[in-house]
């Protein structure tokens, strides 16, 4: 019979954690592996309440909460355990929790939650724990109002309308010189070379390689800090504490610190830094205050002169695959791209990368030679010699991320001082090729809106508990490829995904999550499953597939365009409409996740560039150039499509009489989404399956629409 505790407490500071996708289905496992397997050791532990924010779950029917966060912190060089874990624990329930529910001040009344062997608290380490969370600065203002505040502080560090843009920033400094003298404004210039650092560039896969580095390190009991970019939601996810985004009050505390002591130091030579620059710094000063073990940093753009280059000695460096991006800054050869990536080298520092086009190698190797720098090339994963698992992260490619960094994970344990004795501790898994703590890691890690799947259920549709068969399905498929080799492995992933939908009714998965089903399963590749057959059931659905696109005018979708189509068609998987639309987020404004959308039809917004990609995509459907004569204004779309526009068969299309039954241009992102919610709502037979990719910013901005 299950226990329940009363737990009351007058803590203000405690809230309900926002469910974290990576979480699901591995809580329960990881808890029993983690807490508490070997307390005969002697280790620094620290315990706190976690407070991440609430976000109302009710339309989801089940929550999570987390309650104790209990923390080892293993000097370098020492590592007397091998599976300690700081655990979030994840407890589901039916029951309908509202945020207006609870007073302003947060939880004061009595609730009842199943009781773990890991939540026993005594009242002493809950005041304890009040005393250590009680944060100071900005307390004139609601939290809500802070941060709004801060983003708006944000927003007015940007200092280029556009990318391409190159507006001077001023003051007599040149970039890297103007980073260190910030730096040494917060005291942080010093304190930088105390980070044990993995610092990674590249053209793709950077963030994957981060989160893989990171979920790895952590699972193996160190306290990790990661640093990426873009963000998707908020502008918090480029930050993470032991495998969480930073929460809210800890992001006001370090931001205003900064801005603060900025702001006072702000002369004609000396301007406020520009937006990436501050984030930078600002990840600098968490890792440093927080007292990281492991520090993994993600260079933003190139990496001779990018922000993060002035890290002067990190423990180890990796080059992710290199291809053709951003080169109206990088260059417009592979040799040019490569020099930018490889100038994050520093002498005698062990560097990893991939197998690479040789005029990029070429240009690393030589680099590396210069400088003493022992290159070593990190062989792909090769998925079936460990244990079955698969990797969190979907797609083909994601296996040379992942082994990259499993080379800069050992190298770091190694440099440590700690590979060895992390051997020891596993010598039980015999014939294994990684540690236990590496195959939980890489099979754990999370980033969104890579190879990412939602599945937009009937409760989220309709707002009430209607069941599969009143209602058709949709699913969003989710990645940010916004180069043609990224765009390649995009379409590969989508080919393999949709295919493997289509063999499945409905599954009964929590909203917004990655898709993962834990039993009766096998896989083939990492990310194609194969259900048994007590998951596959006859269907009747009509599937169709749908592109819902939008990319940067400095990208070139007559490049991006064919090669998904081309792929995708190679593998049996034709799109029966393309969707163009005008992402919601604005380059020169720093957004929240709870910032106001607008839902109607924008009154301004100039569509032009969304009537090039469609009569990119006429002309790869039709093999000829589609007369597209309206205004590029938004007046040219005042409406949305029929619904009867999804079936409406391709030899019905004539562009030259301006009948497109191929593609459309939508006036606004959130009619859409609520356009593709009510053509399923009213047909249950047809399943839709939308791929969203060609830019980060669309793939944030969908998500965020789907969380609200």
């Excluded at 966060?69 to 060089?77: I, L």
Aim: with cysteine.
């Amino acid at each position: 019979m299950e226990e329940t505790m009363m737990l009351s407490t007058k803590l203000s500071e405690m809230r309900f954690l926002h469910y974290q996708p990576y979480l699901y289905g591995e809580a329960v496992g990881a808890t029993e592996r983690g807490i508490g397997a070997d307390k005969t050791h002697n280790k620094r532990w620290r315990s706190k309440l976690g407070k991440p924010s609430f976000q109302d779950n009710a339309s989801r029917g089940w929550h999570s909460l987390m309650l104790v966060h209990t923390e080892v912190y293993p000097k370098c060089g020492i590592f007397g355990f091998s599976h300690f874990r700081r655990e979030s624990h994840l407890l589901s329930g039916k029951a309908t929790w509202n945020l207006s529910g609870f007073p302003a001040s947060g939880l004061s009344q009595n609730f009842r939650v199943p009781r773990s062997r890991y939540t026993k608290m005594s009242l002493q380490v809950i005041e304890k724990m009040e005393n250590e969370l009680a944060f100071k600065g900005n307390q004139d203002l609601p939290l809500s109002s802070s941060y709004e505040a801060a983003m708006e502080a944000l927003s007015s560090l940007i200092t280029r309308q556009k990318r391409g843009d190159r507006t001077p920033v001023g003051g007599k400094f040149g970039k890297l010189e103007r980073m260190s003298v910030y730096l040494r404004i917060l005291g942080l210039e010093e304190k930088i070379a105390g980070l044990k650092i993995i610092h990674v560039a590249g053209t793709k896969g950077k963030g994957s390689t981060c989160a893989f580095c990171e979920a790895i390190l952590r699972e193996c009991g160190f306290r990790t800090g990661l640093f990426t970019s873009p963000h998707l939601i908020d502008v918090r996810e480029r930050f993470r504490l032991d495998g969480l985004d930073v929460s809210e009050d800890k992001f006001l505390l370090y931001f205003w610190d900064c801005w603060s002591q900025l702001k006072e130091n702000v002369s004609e030579d000396l301007p406020m830094p520009p937006l990436f620059q501050f984030l930078t710094i600002l990840a600098f000063k968490m890792f440093i205050s927080e007292q990281v073990d492991v520090a993994i940093i993600e260079v933003g753009l190139g990496g001779k002169n990018d922000s993060t280059n002035v890290i002067r000695e990190p423990v180890v460096c990796g080059i992710t695959p290199l291809g053709m991006d951003h080169t109206e800054t990088l260059g417009d050869t592979l040799g040019q791209i490569a020099s930018h990536k490889a100038g994050i080298f520093k002498p005698q520092i062990p560097a990893f990368t991939v197998p690479q086009l040789s005029e990029a190698m070429n240009v690393l190797e030589e680099t590396a030679g210069g400088l003493m720098v022992p290159l070593q090339v990190a062989v792909p994963l090769d998925i079936q010699r460990w244990g079955g698992e698969t990797l969190s992260l979907s797609g083909d490619h994601q296996l040379v991320n992942a082994g990259l960094a499993v080379s800069l994970c050992k190298c770091w344990l190694q440099r440590a001082g700690n590979w060895e004795k992390l051997l020891k501790k596993d010598e039980e898994a015999a014939g294994s090729e990684l540690p236990p703590a590496f195959v939980r890691g890489l099979s754990t890690a999370r980033l969104s809106g890579r190879a990412q799947i939602v599945h937009d259920t009937p409760l989220m549709l309709s707002g009430s508990a209607e069941t599969s068969e009143n209602s058709g399905e949709l699913t969003f498929y989710l990645d940010g490829a916004h180069s043609p080799e990224s765009m390649e492995a995009c379409a590969k992933w989508f080919s393999g995904a949709a295919k493997a939908s289509k063999t499945l009714s409905s599954l009964s998965s929590p909203p917004s999550t990655s898709f993962n089903v834990h039993n009766n399963k096998s896989f083939c590749g990492n990310g194609c499953v194969n259900y048994g057959k007590d998951h596959v059931k006859s269907s009747n659905k009509m599937s169709k597939q749908i592109l819902l696109f939008n990319c940067m005018d400095v990208r070139d979708p007559q490049i991006l365009l064919p090669r998904l189509v081309n792929i995708c068609g190679s593998s049996g998987t034709h799109f029966s409409k393309a969707l163009f639309v005008p992402s919601m987020s604005t380059y020169n404004k720093v957004t929240s996740g709870t910032s106001v959308i607008t839902s109607g039809i924008p009154t301004t917004r100039d569509l032009s560039w969304q009537y090039t990609l469609q009569r990119i995509w006429e002309k790869i459907i039709h093999g000829k150039d589609a007369s597209l004569d309206k205004s590029s204004k938004t007046d040219s779309v005042d409406s949305l499509p029929p619904h009867k526009f999804l079936y409406e068969d391709v030899s019905h299309c004539s562009p030259a009489d301006r009948n497109f039954t191929c593609s459309a241009v939508m006036p606004s992102l959130p009619l859409t989404i609520k356009w593709l919610r009510d053509c399923v709502k009213e047909n249950p037979s047809l399943r839709l399956q939308v791929l969203v990719t060609g830019s980060l910013h669309l793939v944030g901005d969908v998500l965020k629409l789907l969380r609200r």
